[in-house]
């Protein structure tokens, strides 16, 4: 995702002679706006005429490169120079064609005979330079890019600015390479606001100026004007499929890979051969981890252009992670072959290997990319920013601020070093395998009560994985959410609140600027801490739902209720993912549910994995992996049974688990339009017609909702949910005797509609009919179980009846439900120790300290907990930590 302004050939050459009349005016509007079929049509007749047939054609070949039909476009250049052998602009754009194709001598050539016949061919110039580049010529290169800036400057001096827009957006390629090369960042902003700004005033249609100040900005990470710039370049051409790619980048730099897929494909259906765009669906493919998909889509890339370093990067990717020793030494030697310092493909290397979590591999090629082209930005941003991932900080500051100095544009460069920075004022606390930084203003008490939880979980994870991590583990502290961000993507806006990068973890502060309420700062911990260890141990090579399955698990808290509901309906729907697929949920959801079932599956693969191959078949399975096996192996090599086997035995343990869980038909999911249209095709299904009617009372239509309510009352008395809508609408009207009537006579008490527990639950409980209340949110609670509604609804009740047992019990059930309810802890502690219960009031105690170590209440109530068991020297010891 570096480096594009290589990879993407616009149509760039010379200014047509606009003046030559409308119809050449007309056909450029045409193919500007990406009507590229009508203007071929117009292109073709005006290259019917003789005067008109160098810059027709080269506006025909303009269309068919658009759609990637790039042999006809070259062959309709070789047609006009039959006939126009002294046309440079002909010449040149043949080079920009051949060029694009990796036939660099070819280009080159071409690109001489525009010059000679034209020494200031712009055009033909950027050519040459590029392929004086690519060949690892850079004084001539460089010559080629400075004779722009130059000849710009002397113009402007002049008083005689370039006014051709394409010629403007030539100057602004190789400014951008001058300045690169030679630490100019200040000429970024002028490139874009003075080259590229000049480019579209005198063309305000010139969409290739707005897409190649969107790559610049991109290429920088300053991601919202880029996105702004690739919207206006869309604006004036839906059909610029090299901007969809650039939104498609933009995308994939924050791991939306739906959007990402979709600008792709989008993209590829207008030119299916466009290699940016095949490079970003093979990321996405990466990303994902599908290597052989990966693999075809950088073939095709690489039968339109072989040579091309960006494409050839990745390829190489392909075959290191494949083990592939042989393949990717002769691709190496390929590239060397072509390209004696192939600076570019070493860097796309290891930025793919990265993203892949070969951090040593990615490391070495990004210091290969540098030692061979020092001039390049892109191999010292990324190795500064994989330092900091590393959490080796000393390393990354040296590498970054060297980076800064060459390019102040790149805005992640610019975040790492103010975390850097930032982190100045912080201390340290080491203990035996952990490095905490915290801020000593704001978190100096929460650094001193976690430093030996952590020692707590790292023994327990050692145990339970059969693996010590090697050295002090990282984990800092943040006293601000922008800050923690900062330091887990270089960029302010990541929606979580801690964060494993490898080998470091990050988590805001509960107290922190931008964090809204405190949360269970252990059980972040606890879920990343599980990362560390997975990646440790098995080399970064355990698959995503496996560490994510074993992270959930060890946060020691029962499965949401939204897991639940979500596994009852996909069980039933046979709507489940396998193996193959469920990474997918994780990187690639197709809705928010997908991603939360991801997570459900995760975890009960697991538990599945426990339960059916015994407590050693993680860290047995965990060891497949670090030897390099692929999960089918992995997997017949721990359970001794075949994937297959496997995934049969694990739809029946999802079968088990929900047959477990609760009882009554599980109901399909419709939208209200979804539910019009099944009540027309099936008018005397009821339950569909009351749900139809429930759809009517939720949008206000009362009239409508009592209507068919009442025509499913009228064929079923007692229907449950018509009773519900009915009651409601009784309600309104004040008519609460016939609502308890109706109400009492839906309750089915072997499958209760809920939606009638609840109201009759709370018609009893307002009566102040305790008993009655209870009895019914029972009920409930029997039949959803998982459902935290039912257990709330009983702790009020107990409460009301002064049944502090019960409510004990209930609320005990309660908090396993919500790991971030401080309150309803505090409540149960407080209960406990006046039962005398002072063991049990510890942990709830303890638990409402690993959301807020600052409540006061809380530790009070952990000191009587304490010294109710004749605990006083903890209780010291505790005190102490604490700086009470």
């Known amino acids: 995702m570096k480096n594009l302004y290589a990879a993407v050939l616009l149509i760039l050459s010379i200014s047509l002679a606009r003046a030559d009349g409308p119809s050449l005016k007309e056909a450029r509007q045409r193919w500007l706006h990406g009507n590229y079929q009508e203007a071929r049509t117009l292109y073709e007749a005006l290259a019917r005429e003789d005067q008109q047939k160098p810059s027709a054609s080269i506006?025909?070949?303009r269309t068919l490169q658009s759609q990637g039909e790039y042999d006809r476009a070259l062959e309709v250049l070789d047609a006009a120079l039959a006939q126009h052998l002294d046309s440079a602009e002909l010449h040149a754009r043949r080079a920009e064609l051949l060029y694009l194709r990796g036939r660099w001598a070819d280009a080159g050539q071409a690109a001489d005979k525009a010059l000679a016949l034209k020494p200031g061919q712009f055009l033909a110039r950027w050519i040459r330079g590029q392929v004086a580049r690519d060949r690892a010529d850079f004084k001539l290169a460089d010559s080629e890019f400075r004779w722009f800036v130059?000849?710009?400057?002397?113009?402007?001096?002049?008083e005689d600015d370039i006014k051709d827009p394409e010629e403007l957006l030539l100057v602004g390629l190789a400014g951008t390479e001058n300045a690169r090369w030679h630490n100019l960042s200040d000429q970024f902003r002028i490139i874009l606001n003075d080259v590229y700004g000049d480019a579209l005033k005198n063309e305000k249609d010139f969409w290739p100026a707005e897409f190649q100040a969107g790559m610049l900005l991109l290429e920088k990470y300053n991601r919202g004007e880029a996105l702004d710039a690739f919207d206006k370049a869309l604006a004036i051409n839906p059909n610029a499929a090299e901007a969809l790619v650039g939104k498609g980048i933009a995308a994939l730099q924050k791991y939306e890979v739906k959007d990402a897929e979709r600008f792709a494909e989008r993209a590829l259906q207008i030119?299916?051969?466009?290699?940016?765009?095949?490079?970003?669906?093979?990321?996405?493919?990466?990303?994902?981890?599908?290597?052989?998909?990966?693999?075809?889509?950088?073939?095709?890339?690489?039968?339109?252009?072989?040579r091309q370093e960006s494409t050839l990067g990745r390829s190489a990717c392909c075959l290191y992670l494949r083990r592939d020793s042989r393949g990717f030494e002769q691709l190496e030697q390929e590239v060397e072959r072509q390209d004696p310092k192939p600076g570019v493909f070493y860097d796309e290397l290891a930025e793919r290997l990265e993203e892949r979590r070969q951090f040593d591999a990615a490391e070495r090629y990004y210091k290969k990319a540098l030692d061979l082209r020092p001039e390049l930005p892109g191999p010292r941003n990324s190795l500064g920013l994989l330092y900091m991932r590393l959490g080796r900080e000393k390393e990354a500051l040296d590498m970054l601020t060297k980076a800064f100095k060459a390019d102040e544009f790149n805005v992640r460069v610019a975040n790492s070093l103010k975390v850097l920075q930032h982190l100045e004022k912080y201390d340290t606390l080491r203990t035996e395998h952990f490095q905490l930084r915290y801020d000593p203003q704001t978190d100096r008490r929460l650094a001193r009560y976690m430093a030996p939880y952590l020692e707590d979980i790292y023994a327990q994870l050692a145990e339970r994985f059969g693996y010590r991590l090697p050295g002090p583990i990282l984990i800092e502290v943040f006293d601000s959410h922008e800050m923690f961000s900062g330091r887990t993507i270089a960029l302010p806006d990541l929606h979580t609140v801690g964060a494993c990068t490898g080998r470091v973890i990050a988590m805001a502060s509960p107290y922190g600027k931008g964090i809204r309420r405190p949360f269970n700062w252990a059980r972040v911990l606890r879920h990343e801490l599980v990362h560390i260890f997975n990646l440790e141990q098995t080399r970064f090579q355990v698959p995503h739902w496996l560490t994510e399955g074993l992270a959930v698990t060890n946060e020691g808290f029962p499965r949401p209720q939204l897991w639940n509901q979500l596994l009852r309906e996909r069980v039933a729907t046979n709507d489940l993912m396998d193996l193959d697929k469920i990474d997918l949920g994780f990187i690639r959801p197709q809705s928010p549910l997908d991603w939360q079932m991801a997570y459900c599956q995760g975890q009960l693969y697991v538990e599945y994995l426990t339960t059916k191959y015994g407590p050693t078949a993680v860290s047995q399975l965990l060891s497949a992996y670090r030897d390099g096996r692929n999960t089918a192996?992995?997997?017949?090599?721990?359970c001794h049974v075949d994937k297959k086997s496997f995934e049969d035995g694990y739809r029946a343990f999802l079968e088990e688990t929900v047959s477990e869980m609760a009882s009554g038909p599980i109901t399909k999911r419709m939208t209200y339009s979804q539910l019009q249209r099944a009540h027309e095709a099936e008018p005397d299904n009821l339950d569909v017609a009351a749900r139809l009617a429930e759809q009517y009372l939720i949008r206000q239509d009362r009239k409508e909702a009592r209507k068919l309510a009442d025509a499913v009352l009228a064929k079923k008395a007692a229907h449950p949910l018509a009773s519900y809508v009915k009651a409601r609408l009784l309600q309104d009207a004040g008519e609460d005797e016939a609502v308890r009537t109706l109400l009492e006579a839906a309750l089915d008490r072997q499958t209760p509609e809920p939606k009638v527990l609840q109201s009759l639950g709370k018609l009893y409980f307002e009566a102040r009919d305790f008993t009655k209340a209870a009895d019914i949110y029972e009920l409930a609670h029997r039949k959803e179980p998982y459902e935290s509604k039912w257990m709330i609804e009983l702790v009020r009740v107990y409460a009301q009846a002064g049944d502090k047992a019960k409510q004990i019990s209930m609320l005990e059930k309660l908090v396993a439900t919500d790991a971030d309810d401080l309150d309803q802890r505090k409540r149960l502690a407080?209960?406990?120790?006046?039962?005398?219960?002072?063991?049990?009031?510890?942990?709830?105690?303890?638990?409402?300290?690993?959301?807020?170590?600052r409540d006061a209440e809380a530790r009070e109530?952990?000191?009587?907990?304490?010294?109710?068991?004749?605990?006083?020297?903890?209780?010291?010891?505790?005190h102490q930590i604490l700086d009470f």
Request: hydrophobic share 40%; net charge negative; no cysteine.
């Open 861 to 878: 109530f952990l000191q009587q907990a304490l010294l109710g068991q004749n605990k006083s020297s903890e209780w010291e010891k505790l």
């Open 633 to 638: 192996s992995a997997i017949s090599q721990v």
């Open 830 to 853: 407080k209960m406990l120790l006046d039962a005398g219960r002072h063991r049990e009031a510890e942990r709830y105690a303890r638990e409402a300290l690993e959301i807020d170590v």
């Open 271 to 306: 030119n299916p051969n466009l290699p940016e765009a095949l490079r970003l669906r093979a990321d996405i493919s990466f990303m994902v981890g599908d290597l052989d998909a990966a693999t075809r889509l950088l073939d095709h890339a690489r039968t339109i252009n072989p």
């Open 59 to 61: 506006g025909l070949s």
């Open 150 to 158: 130059r000849t710009y400057t002397e113009r402007s001096d002049k």
